[in-house]
């Protein structure tokens, strides 16, 4: 991926290409102006905006435009907790997560795919899950980091976990993506949408995974 001035020059091209302003593209994503201008001038812009940033110009800027190929890795900025590298890690569906935890390597369900270890010394009980809920996709205008659907996402399986962090948790039997916080001294699993669609969970669930990187993929 880009990074730096080359990155700059790909946002200011996108932004022109898709006719919006300076203050258009600060106020989608909750941002004061300025912002805007470093993230044109030498690229500083948080990771954990890259997914929203490339998911807002996707009608305009493909995955090269941002010097990525289908399926390319970048870091998401989450905190990686692996020790053994790999060359692939299993890409696998929602339903088979708590098998995968659960049973010996020799025993786990087939994956649907193999996709390309994103260099961050995942171990070996990593996998990967594409988000299919809107749960942890930022409202615009929201100064957060944000993770849109049909984004890749790395988990590196631990129970090891702090408020902030990214975490894969168990909740009334079923996987769910969620950012660990606090509040009132109890612990939560806060979604990024405020909608009332995703409420916080209190209550019963187990941390079994956190984030550790993100894959952007060319929406179809």
């Not at 300076?22 to 300025?34: D, I, M, N, T």
Request: with cysteine; charged share 25%; aromatic share 8%.
């Amino acid at each position: 991926m880009i990074e730096g001035k080359k990155l700059g020059q790909a946002i200011e091209a996108a932004r022109v290409k898709k006719g919006i302003s300076k203050s258009e593209l600060a106020r989608h994503f909750g941002v004061k102006p300025p912002s805007v201008d470093g993230w044109i001038k030498d690229g500083r812009i948080a990771k954990t905006k890259l997914p929203a940033l490339f998911d807002y110009f996707s009608d305009v800027a493909g995955a090269e435009h941002w010097g990525l190929n289908e399926g390319s890795i970048m870091s998401s900025g989450t905190s990686s907790v692996g020790t053994t590298k790999q060359t692939s890690i299993p890409l696998i569906e929602w339903g088979q997560v708590s098998g995968w935890l659960e049973l010996p390597p020799s025993e786990r369900p087939t994956p649907i795919d193999q996709i390309p270890d994103p260099g961050d010394e995942l171990g070996k009980n990593s996998f990967a899950l594409i988000l299919d809920s809107d749960a942890m996709t930022s409202k615009p205008g929201t100064p957060a980091a944000s993770f849109p659907r049909g984004l890749t996402i790395h988990f590196e399986s631990t129970s090891d976990a702090k408020p902030g962090d990214f975490v894969l948790a168990i909740h009334n039997g079923f996987p769910t993506f969620r950012m660990l916080s606090s509040e009132e001294g109890r612990r939560c699993l806060k979604p990024l949408n405020d909608s009332p669609e995703y409420p916080k969970i209190f209550d019963k669930f187990e941390i079994v995974a956190i984030a550790a990187s993100a894959i952007w993929r060319r929406p179809r």
